[in-house]
């Protein structure tokens, strides 16, 4: 394929910045939120997408975007439906990881660990701080399930929209909140040369251990 060529020439050469075990911070969630913060300065689109993987009880791998939605010292929330794959998969097996790509930064993070669904209270929350329609959303998508064509997905949403008119809408059975619960973050900053900085942190006997891996 032609295509090849092109991307074999495809170079960008890292300058903007480096890390250090020893600048960083001695927490993973705070180092974390210091380059959230930036990645916000810099004005990016969607600056909480991550990549989501996981897989099911039988190995086979699954990847999408997700957007995170909350984050503390428990661990890295997102909401889904509970019936699509990746909430199959996690049901099946609760490991996975997420990554995070900041281009502009010459930045990605990457966070292993185990995945737990949250409290009905604590969805609820978020629930209803989200616009209506993507409240009505939420019941429409019956997620990852095979469907006729887009009319029926809009039909259903005007019919749900029909149905919670002027009512308070209440959060869908299936929908909800999982957090992942970290086990390991890597934190790499783009270098020259492709010798990249990668600094990481693995918990061992309820403590972080930085550490520095080859590129």
Known sequence: MKVNKSINYLRREYKLNKLSEETVHKSPFSQFEKWFKEVLQVGLIEPNAMILATADDKAKPSVRVVLLKGL??????????????????????????????????????RVEGQIKKISRAESKKYFNTRPIDSRLAAWTSEQSKMIPDRDYLDTKFQIFKRQFKGKQIPVPPDWGGFRLVP????????????????????????????FRLSP
């Open 72 to 109: 503390s010292n428990n661990g890295l929330t997102f909401f889904t439906n509970y019936t699509s794959r990746k909430g199959h998969d996690i049901t099946e097996n609760s490991a996975a990881s997420v990554l995070f790509f900041w281009a502009e930064l010459e930045r990605q993070v």
């Open 183 to 210: 086990e390991y973050f890597e934190f790499w900053q783009g270098r020259e040369n492709r010798l990249h900085d990668r600094i990481c942190y693995k918990k061992v006997i309820g403590k972080w251990k930085v």
